[in-house]
């Protein structure tokens, strides 16, 4: 019964480094969102899986990003020579089925601080 | 493209008075989804209302309802006996049809800060 969970909750990385960001879906969710939220802004997409199919990275904003969801389930979010401007916070969502049904509320995790300095 | 507009960046409201926060759209596509999401200072975001558009009754949530004006792309949220843990930010979002390329991804507004205050 629990919700969408995120690791780290925070993160500081050195300009340069890589990152890995974590997101765990409520179980059984086909679809899984990820979104970068930068201050006082709204979340932006990134990129879509349905199970282990990335079906749309429009949103990536570089070819430093990259995501994954191997199984279906557990998703991650990877930032090579991560930047100033990749400071943000990293929202994922799940939602129950892919397709765009009443069902399709999307279900957001705590979100994860990056800070790159 | 699909775009979400909120032109007030802060609200303030007094407790158990009603608010309304405004939001506009714009969208090519014939059958879409809005939203409402609350989100905290803890920042997870909350689900607080949904509109499916071919609807025309305007969706309620006990004190949370919309005013939805399809032909103006108009999507108010009205807030009614305001309570202090309403304060949050509040985001407009807009849905397509994931039938379509969009896969049921959101586009949100760029948020309306409210307050309530005592």
């Known amino acids: 019964g629990a919700g969408v969970s995120q690791s780290p909750r925070y993160k500081v990385a050195k300009r340069g480094q890589d990152v890995a960001l974590r997101c765990d879906p409520i179980s059984g969710h086909v679809s899984l969102f990820w979104y970068q939220q930068a201050l006082g802004q709204g979340p932006e997409f990134l990129t879509y899986f349905q199970n282990e199919a990335q079906l749309d990275k429009s949103g990536l904003p570089s070819d430093r990003f990259f995501a994954e969801r191997p199984e279906g389930s557990v998703s991650t979010l990877k930032i090579q020579r991560t930047q100033q401007e990749d400071s943000a916070v990293y929202l994922c969502a799940s939602s129950l089925v892919g397709g765009g049904g009443a069902r399709e509320t999307q279900y957001f995790g705590p979100g994860t601080r990056l800070l790159v300095l | 493209a699909q775009t979400v507009t909120q032109s007030q960046p802060e609200m303030s409201v007094q407790e158990a008075e009603t608010v309304t926060l405004s939001c506009t759209y714009d969208t090519s596509e014939s059958n879409y989804y809005l939203f409402w999401y609350k989100q905290p200072p803890s920042r997870q975001m909350i689900l607080v209302i949904r509109?499916?558009?071919?609807?025309?009754q305007n969706a309620t949530e006990n004190r949370f309802s919309v005013n939805f004006q399809k032909a103006a792309k108009s999507f108010s949220l009205k807030i009614s006996d305001s309570q202090l843990g309403d304060t949050a930010m509040y985001f407009c979002a807009l849905r397509g049809n994931a039938g379509g390329t969009s896969y049921g991804k959101l586009t949100f507004g760029q948020g309306t800060i409210l307050t309530v205050h005592p």
């Open positions: 509109q499916e558009a071919y609807k025309q």
